[in-house]
Nanobody, 127 residues
């Protein structure tokens, strides 16, 4: 049974930082492509950043230069370091996992491409 568990969310002032973690179990973590998405209240789920099993990274324009994704396969964990946070970054953040698939390389930004999801962690940025 695959599980993804996010942690590290919370309340932070604008300009602050948070680091989210996503721990995976029940899957061969090192062979999975991983993504972070977010969903603000009343809005659709939005792509944030993804990292392939081989370490290639794709950022959304809205977070490029502020957020950093990394993975530690020995710990079955992917991280999202979020700096210079803005009120518009407020959302529930989800991690997602996708088994290796050539289509993912051109569809990494689509939630439909992912096989497994975590339960989400709330990030609130106050102005």
């Amino acid at each position: 049974q695959v599980q993804l568990v996010e942690s590290g969310g919370g309340l932070v002032q604008a300009g602050g930082s948070l680091r989210l973690s996503c721990a995976g179990s029940g899957l061969t973590f090192s062979s999975y492509n991983m993504g972070w998405f977010r969903q603000a209240a009343g809005k659709e789920r939005e792509f944030v950043v993804a990292i392939s099993w081989s370490g290639t990274i794709y950022y959304s324009d809205s977070v490029k230069g502020r957020f950093t994704i990394s993975r530690d396969n020995a710990k079955n964990t992917v991280y999202l370091q979020m700096n210079s946070l803005k009120p518009e970054d407020t959302a529930v953040y989800y991690c997602a996992a996708k088994a290796p698939d050539s289509l993912w390389l051109s569809r990494y930004y689509s939630p439909r491409q992912y096989d497994y999801w975590g339960q989400g962690t709330q990030v609130t940025v106050s102005s």
